[in-house]
């Protein structure tokens, strides 16, 4: 796994959560041994503080309010509510996640699988809010690891309208942030972790496997 000195040496354009509690739940998510219960449950966790870290510099407008002592001026939120996108299926065990910490934002869903022979991207479905020309966007799926997924992904987003696009996953493959960068340059990428490379079967090496198949059990 790659630190943030030769994330840089490679001139990757990505942002690591290298927080302790990040770096230890994932450690426990890696391990086969580990169910798809506590698979869920820390690939929900980890998505908290994901969120928070892509969130970091969310605009804010003052609002009056009244405490219980006096008359204030204090910081909310402002603009448009944002959107989450999930790539089906694995998104969707980090979507739970985020909506725990951003309970308001909308949610878009797009459907996509990697054909086992070509890694290319197959949609299957895709439904967004609407607006998506004046809203943050935010896609989130666990894995990185050919970018294919998500270079269509956020073009499918782009195509539709949206702008102002973030990608979060959990494991990125430095051939995936490579591809993505070329891609969508103007798209950050927020991850736990970059990984040393691909097999010869588009895995995150070492990774953690199918990550639809952990969250959902279905190997
Ligand atoms: C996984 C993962 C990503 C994709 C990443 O999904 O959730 O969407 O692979 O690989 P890529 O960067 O090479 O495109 P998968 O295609 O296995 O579908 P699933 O979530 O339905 O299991
Ligand atoms: N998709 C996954 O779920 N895992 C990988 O390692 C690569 C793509």
Redesign the pocket.
Known sequence: MLDQDQIRSMALEVLLVDHPLVQHKLTLMRDVKQSSTQFRSLLREISWLLCFEITRDLPLEQKAIETPVEATRAPVLSGKKLVFVSILR?GNGMLDGMLDVIPSARVGHVGLY?DHETLEAVEYYYKVPGGLDQRLVIVVD?????AN?AIAAVQRLKDGGARNIRFVCL?S?PEGVRAFNRAHPDVSIVTAAVDNN??EK????P????????IFGTK
Not at 142 to 146: G, W, Y
Not at 202 to 205: K, M, N, P, R, W
């Open positions: 694995a990697r666990p894995m990185l690891a050919t997924s494991i493959a691909l097999n588009g895995y995150i090496v990774g953690l496997g199918d990550a639809g198949d952990r």
